[in-house]
């Protein structure tokens, strides 16, 4: 059980990465193996295990949405700073038209 859970705090790790490198189609992936994988040693392992397993599926599913929605805000962050880099270089723009 020790190996199996070693993987799957390896692909932890590596959705934690795909996060942070913004590439949410890989993110996604993992965490679909991740979770696939979780379900199937919950399957195959013994009652402590499934218990173990099941608290360890309960927090990274939180922590897998806490990123997500930290993703997300990033993400409208830098939409505002474009859309306010556009009004900015359009009022430019026109100003440099009038004179």
Do not use: C, H, P
């Amino acid at each position: 059980m020790s190996t199996a859970v070693d993987q799957l705090t390896t692909i932890r790790l590596q959705i934690e990465q795909a996060f942070n490198e913004e590439d949410l189609e890989r993110a996604n992936a993992l965490t679909d193996q991740l979770f696939s994988q979780l379900q199937q040693l919950a399957a195959e392992g013994s009652n402590e295990d499934k218990a173990q397993l099941a608290a360890m599926a309960a927090d990274w599913q939180g922590w897998v949405m806490q990123s997500l929605q930290t993703f997300q805000r990033k993400k409208r962050e830098i939409q505002g700073e474009l859309a306010s880099r556009n009004q900015t270089k359009k009022a430019v723009s026109a100003y440099e038209a009038a004179f």
